[in-house]
Nanobody
């Protein structure tokens, strides 16, 4: 099993940037594809970004394409989500996810491992 811990959330003004980190322990992060999801109050958890084991493939939700970038450093057992040009509608709890299957980190119901989440609040 792998354990995931997110950090880097906070309060930022619209147009600002944040970088989320997801630190893995228990097993080598490079074994897993990674995903990022978010959940706003009263809404379902939604897909944000995915990155393959070797970082050769990435995929983004249309709502964040061109503003967010997923990356990873397998040597440090850590994944990242760089968020630029933040908007108030990006406000949510952000979760990192890991799964042996890349396709599974595209769909919340298929993910095997989750972090505890980190709050991102974007003020207007």
């Amino acid at each position: 099993q792998v354990q995931l811990v997110e950090s880097g959330g906070g309060l930022v003004q619209a147009g600002g940037s944040l970088r989320l980190s997801c630190a893995a322990s228990g097993r080598t992060l490079g074994t897993y594809a990674m995903g990022w999801f978010r959940q706003a109050p009263g809404k379902e958890r939604e897909f944000v970004a995915a990155i393959s084991r070797s970082a050769g493939n990435t995929y983004y939700a249309d709502s964040v394409k061109g503003r967010f970038a997923a990356s990873r450093d397998n040597a440090k057992n850590t994944g990242y989500l760089q968020m630029n040009s933040l908007k108030p509608e990006d406000t949510a709890v952000y979760y990192c996810a890991a799964d042996l299957s890349y396709n599974s980190v595209l769909v919340a119901s298929k993910v095997d491992y989750w972090g505890q989440g980190t709050q991102v609040t974007v003020s207007s």
